[in-house]
Nanobody, 120 residues
Framework: QVQLVESGGGLVQAGGSLRLSCAASGSIFSINAMGWYRQAPGKERELVAGITSGGSINYVDSVKGRFTISRDNAKNTMYLQMNSLKPEDTAVYYC??????????????WGQGTQVTVSS
């Protein structure tokens, strides 16, 4: 089966940095768009950053200039570099990818989520 595995979350002081990773594995034919979502307590899940297979990138306004999304297609891995972190960035971060498995139609897959906590 196709799986997404996230890593890199943790506890950091305001102004600090974290780097999240998302690795896809399994019987993969191709990976299309990928993205990072987050959900804070009492809030809706939101798209933080997205990246297409061709490298086109979008960010939510609140993280522009601070976060950088990237992907390594040879490794089936996506990254989110988070700098100048603020307490309002505290949330569970989820990896999402639209994947075409071998022998099956493409669909979206989700990681289990990784906790990011930013203290003041």
């Amino acid at each position: 089966q196709v799986q997404l595995v996230e890593s890199g979350g943790g506890l950091v002081q305001a102004g600090g940095s974290l780097r999240l990773s998302c690795a896809a594995s399994g019987s993969i034919f191709s990976i299309n768009a990928m993205g990072w979502y987050r959900q804070a307590p009492g809030k809706e899940r939101e798209l933080v950053a997205g990246i297409t297979s061709g490298g086109s990138i979008n960010y939510v306004d609140s993280v522009k200039g601070r976060f950088t999304i990237s992907r390594d297609n040879a490794k089936n891995t996506m990254y989110l570099q988070m700098n100048s972190l603020k307490p309002e960035d505290t949330a569970v971060y989820y990896c999402n990818a639209n994947i075409k498995p071998r022998y099956y139609a493409p669909r979206d897959y989700w990681g289990q989520g990784t906790q990011v906590t930013v203290s003041s």
